[in-house]
């Protein structure tokens, strides 16, 4: 824990509020997002048994699996999920632009892309646990499903995984994206809780967080998020219920099952809208708009991907595979992180503390600072700064400025709080800076030693040529009747 | 009756007899690794294997994994063989020491065709990626432990055979994500090389050189028990070969005294009272600052194997875990030739006295980084003659509280040594030479 998020949850228990952890909204939320609130049943990984599901915060639609033992209901389970997901997903399809980009041919690129909200990190991880238990099977073979289960599955799959990808937005967990902008007077742990971390952030009239926290606890007022039930509620109401659908599979049978699970999952629903309601009341960062393109191109790729009836998603990631994701892994966080800092002071206060980053006045400027002689005189205006910040960076370390972000400087010297900088990139190409391309005297500006400069990273080998150190090329994989009757519970 | 010790031979023997063998293995397999113990005679060993390579006629190619392991080795080998033609890969932004150009058979090139066609050439892992298609018939990979495996990945397709060189003890490749969604693949990318190519192919002969030529008699059984507690190794000098005196009175602070400790007996524990603190400890990191700075006014000899010289302020170290600790250590006034790094940077790096802020001091927790036993084995295994470490006391106590308590992967082959186990063992060691304000 930083000094600042130490800081932060010291003040929140103070004040009984949680603290404001960002200035600015660092996710996309989307003007009518997909919530999304799985249930399994206890004791199995991928067993769902219920989930309320929508777009519309006055009229969710609840399924149930009135017997999760039974694997053709958990199946029609998922076709009716599919049935809600799927017409939304492919509704971003149809309008769309052309991107460019540099060095590469034009693409179309739907305008915008259906962004799913879930709970919590676990709710999550669920959603790709159950993308795996459905994205192999298929219609026709042994214990055929509906055409769209397998769908379902390679878009559950698709969300999950563009969720491990810092900065991504496209499956948004409600805890983690709040906890992202409040800093609560509780543990991180207890933040995974939902109606506790809610309970801080936007505490009812008249309780303090701590207050609120404490009876988001109680699983009678507020029951979990999810996707674990509370065995209280397991053993007293839900254990009955399913025993009376197996006694007798009524259509009275389904319907008490799903009164009980509707009990369970009315109050997170409302919980998840207000918290989309709360990261909405925050203005949006200056790269989120950035971030939701690349997660408007992913969607796109894989939108491509589904029509053209591409196989599903591997198993396991092949060695070239695992290694192109996490370098794309590593150069996402990189950049959200670079990203934010930019974005918001706050982020940036960070960074300042650590001495990686410096605020303060200009003391001094020679904005028409020339370097080299004739044809390769070049500007570099000189500029120093006043600063009370416990700067750590040496001489020639490259910087940037939120301020100006085309720019890019070099420290020049630093002598005690007084730090000089050339100013290398960004000035263009005439005699005299442009007016405000140089901080005046006066002006308070802030530098960083942190640049999203994308270093890109080289070519892995073809799969095929998995090289004899990672043991080969990997065996493709076919489809056939094996997988339909694989364990995956 | 015999001793052990003398059926084994001398230490040169014993390690003459590895490094003979590894050469000998060579030809006969695709891969070969050499696990080395800290300052064991690895770029020895990787000197002359280059050698004993470009004799044979066949080009070949040495990966290493940071710009000044590439430096150090190619002024190493080009000093020992100095007929060979020798090509040193960069990126184009750098710039070469003057060590480098004062070698007549060394060129630098960011491209091969630039290079000519030398017997050996040299770069770091991230520059070979970028290399294409060509194939070299050899390869040296150097810190082999350290390189992530997606990197040998990026370049395994340029060479037929490899040897594989490395510190198994120090710290392991890393990630700024989150890598659990591969783990137990035998491909793991935020593994190192050696462990993947070992899963691969575990058949490849492992070689272990025995001998530590750095670390004094006083340390390489601790290090050897507390971090390589199954291929031991030992000193390659006796107790008596090494020494360290002070040419100046002290004057019989806690400072001096910490210091007349770890020169009488190799190591000095100078601990503070028990408490809770921020990352950079004020006190803590002032201690460390005031030790550097006693000890360069104290005007330490050192004698050794190597004769006798006086211990200048550029071979002293002051190691942290934490990049702000450094740099609060190094804002707390420490002579500026003194080297003050993080554990990260000091790897393979060697200095006659260390000062060691300990990675647990003053935690309230002990987090799997703090724990992990190569950022200790780092820290106390870079000096010749002595190591001071700067601690608050509870280390013990905080250990005995926090277990490791990391989820156990499935088909993820079990580590050692265990860091928390390592922490303890080398803390038991320093109570002995335990110093208080």
Not at chain 1, 44 to 53: D, G, H, N, V
Not at chain 2, 33 to 54: E, F, M, Q, Y
Request: charged content about 25%; overall charge negative; proline content about 9%.
């Amino acid at each position: 824990m930083s000094a600042l998020t130490a800081l932060a949850r010291l003040r929140a228990v103070r004040e009984g509020r949680a603290q404001p952890a960002a200035t600015v909204r660092h996710c996309h939320i989307a003007e009518a997002p997909m919530v999304f609130i799985p249930l399994r049943m206890a004791g199995e990984a991928a067993a769902p048994l219920a989930a309320m599901i929508g777009t519309d915060p006055g009229s969710p639609r609840l399924l149930v699996v009135p017997q999760p033992r039974d694997r053709d209901l958990r199946f029609a389970f998922a076709a009716e999920l599919a049935e809600v997901l799927l017409p939304y997903v492919e509704g971003f399809a149809k309008e769309t632009e052309t991107a460019t980009r540099r060095g590469a041919e034009p693409y179309e690129r739907c305008l915008s892309a259906p962004q799913v909200l879930v709970p919590n990190g676990q709710a999550a991880a669920f959603t790709g646990l159950l993308g795996r238990s459905t994205r192999f099977r298929r219609a026709e073979g042994p214990y055929p499903v509906h055409p769209s289960v397998p769908v379902l599955g390679r878009w559950l799959t698709f969300f999950a995984e563009r969720a491990a990808y810092p900065g991504s937005s496209l499956l948004v967990s409600a805890t983690d994206a709040l906890a992202l902008h409040w800093t609560s007077g509780q543990s991180g742990l207890e933040d995974a809780n939902l109606a506790a971390l809610l309970g801080w952030i936007d505490p009812p009239p008249g309780l303090t967080g701590l207050r609120a926290a404490q009876e988001a606890e109680d699983p009678l007022l507020w029951p979990p998020a999810g996707p674990a039930t509370d065995p209280g509620f397991d053993n007293e109401v839900l254990a009955p219920a399913i025993e009376g659908y197996t006694r007798a599979p009524t259509a009275r049978a389904v319907e008490r099952v799903r009164e009980a699970v509707r009990t369970q999952l009315e109050p997170t629903w409302r919980l998840v809208w207000r918290a989309a309601e709360l990261l909405r009341g925050l203005p949006a960062g200056a790269s989120v708009t950035r971030r939701w393109e690349y997660d408007r191109g992913a969607f796109t790729e894989f939108l491509g991907r589904v029509a053209e009836g591409g196989p599903p998603q591997a198993r396991r990631d092949g060695a070239v595979a695992a290694a192109s994701r996490l370098a794309r892994m590593e150069r996402a966080r990189v950049s959200f992180d670079v990203q934010r800092a930019y974005d918001d002071p706050l982020i940036m206060a960070e960074y300042r503390l650590t001495g990686e980053a410096f605020a303060g006045e200009v003391i001094a400027a020679d904005p028409e600072h020339t370097e080299g002689e004739g044809r390769s005189r070049k500007l570099r205006p000189l500029v120093t700064i006043r600063t009370v910040d416990p700067v750590r960076l040496a001489a020639g370390t490259a910087v940037g400025t939120p301020d100006r972000r085309g720019q890019e400087a070099e420290l020049v010297a630093t002598d005690g709080g007084e730090i000089t900088l050339k100013i290398t990139k960004g000035m263009g190409r005439g005699k005299t800076p442009s007016p405000g391309a140089v901080p005046a005297v006066g002006e308070r500006v802030c530098y960083t030693s942190l640049t999203d400069d994308f270093q890109a990273s080289a070519s892995l080998p073809d799969p095929d040529l998995t090289p004899w150190t990672h043991g080969g090329p990997p065996e493709e994989w076919v489809p056939d009747d094996a997988d339909a009757a694989e364990h995956w519970e | 009756m015999t001793s052990r010790t003398s059926l084994a031979g001398t230490p040169q023997a014993e390690a003459g007899a590895v490094v003979a063998a590894v050469l000998a293995d060579l030809p006969g397999h695709r891969g070969v690794v050499v696990d080395s113990p800290p300052g064991a005679g690895k770029s020895t060993l990787v000197v002359r294997a280059a050698g004993h390579i470009a004799e044979t006629g066949d080009p070949l190619m040495i990966v290493a994994q940071t710009n000044e392991q590439v430096d150090d080795l190619i002024d190493r080998l080009a000093a020992e063989h100095p007929g060979l033609p020798i090509g040193r890969l960069s990126a184009s932004a750098y710039r070469a020491p003057a060590r480098l150009l004062a070698h007549g058979n060394v060129r630098v090139a960011a491209k091969v065709p630039d290079l000519g066609d030398p017997a050996v050439v040299v770069a770091t892992a991230d520059k070979w990626a970028w290399i294409g298609e060509r194939t070299w018939p050899w390869a040296i990979v150097d810190e082999a432990y350290q390189m992530r495996s997606d990197k040998l990945l990026r370049i395994a397709r340029n060479f037929e055979r490899a040897l594989f060189v490395g510190d198994p003890g120090q710290l392991d490749p890393f990630s700024v994500v989150d890598g659990d969604r591969w783990a137990g693949l035998s491909w793991d990318p935020v593994q190192s090389a050696v462990s993947v190519l070992l899963r691969h192919n575990p058949d490849l002969p492992v070689h272990r050189l025995p001998v530590s030529w750095r670390l004094p008699a006083s340390a390489a059984p601790v290090v050897s028990e507390a971090f390589y507690p199954f291929t031991g190794f030992r000193a390659g000098t006796g107790p008596d070969d090494r020494s360290l005196r002070f040419t100046a009175d002290g004057m019989r602070t806690s400072f001096d005294r910490a210091l007349e400790e770890a020169a009488a007996t190799g190591w000095a524990l100078y601990e503070l009272p028990e408490r809770h603190t921020v990352r950079t400890d004020a006190e803590a990191v002032r201690a460390v600052a005031l030790l550097a700075t006693r000890l360069v006014q104290r005007a330490p000899v050192a004698v050794s194997e190597r004769g006798e010289h006086p211990v200048g302020p550029d071979r002293i170290a002051v190691g942290a875990a934490h990049r702000d600790q450094v740099a609060a250590i190094r804002a707390a006034g420490v002579p500026p030739e003194i080297t003050v790094d993080t554990a990260n940077r000091l790897q393979g790096r060697e200095y006659d006295v260390t000062i060691v802020l300990h990675p647990l001091s003053g935690r309230r927790d002990a987090t799997a980084f703090h724990l992990e036993s190569g950022r200790l084995c780092v820290l106390t295994s870079r000096h010749r003659h002595a190591c001071v470490v700067v601690a608050r006391a509870g280390i013990p106590e905080l250990l005995d509280a926090h277990p490791s308590a990391e989820p156990v992967q499935l088909g993820v082959p079990v580590k050692f040594p265990d860091g928390w186990e390592a922490n303890q063992s080398v803390l038991t060691h320093l109570a002995a030479h335990r110093v208080t304000p």
